[in-house]
């Protein structure tokens, strides 16, 4: 049989009791509201001061385009890789073999033919800032494709220039 003190079921109650956030109902135990996550609709934690940005996509002028080299080293992993990106984001407007004739081409002006004698002579780094900061009519592809990924495609671009 059970026998309980009253000051030993005060103090049980006292500390198995709280007072819920937004206040009012007296809640036995704590529930999901009450955790370090954010909330809908907060603003994710700020930077700690001095923080510096890895990946930051300063916009460049041509000049300092022109003048970058693709860091990816070639080979066909990288084209094989850029390959794959290039049917991901760039196909539906530049079409698969990148003359310009994706499925989306017949809706916007046609996009640039990447194969063409003008593109195989610009220079990468002219290449990489059309993908990250796009051109004319083509949006930027700088939030769908990170720093390597960009230079493994302009390694594609360079094979499917190749006659
Ligand atoms: C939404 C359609 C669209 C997508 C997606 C797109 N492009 Fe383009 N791209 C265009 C159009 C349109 C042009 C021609 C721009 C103009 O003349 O206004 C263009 C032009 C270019 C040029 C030439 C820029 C210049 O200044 O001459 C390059 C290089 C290029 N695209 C590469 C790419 C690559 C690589 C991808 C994928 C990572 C890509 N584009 C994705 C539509 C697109």
Redesign the pocket.
């Known amino acids: 049989m059970w026998k309980c003190s009253l000051p030993a079921a005060a103090l049980l109650l006292a500390t198995a009791c709280t007072q819920y956030p937004s206040g009012g109902s007296l809640r036995l135990h704590t529930d999901m509201a009450e955790q370090p996550g954010f909330r809908a609709q907060e603003n994710p934690r700020a930077l700690p001061p001095g923080a510096v940005a890895r990946d930051w996509d300063a916009p460049l002028s041509p000049e300092a385009a022109a003048k970058l080299k693709n860091p990816e080293p070639a080979g066909e992993a990288a084209v094989a890789q850029g390959k794959t ?2 049917r991901v ?2 196909t ?3 079409g698969a073999s990148g003359k310009g004739d994706g499925t ?1 081409a017949s809706k ?2 046609r ?2 033919d ?1 194969t063409s004698a003008k ?1 195989a002579a610009s220079g990468d780094g002219f ?1 990489y800032q ?2 990250r900061e796009g ?5 930027p ?1 700088a939030e769908s ?1 990170s720093n390597r990924e960009r230079w493994q ?1 302009v390694h594609y ?1 360079r094979s499917l220039q190749k006659p």
């Not at 051109?135 to 949006?139: D, K, N």
């Open positions: 990106l290039f984001y760039c539906p407007c530049h989306v916007i002006t996009p640039a990447l593109y290449l059309a993908i051109s004319g009519l083509m949006p592809q494709l495609v671009l």
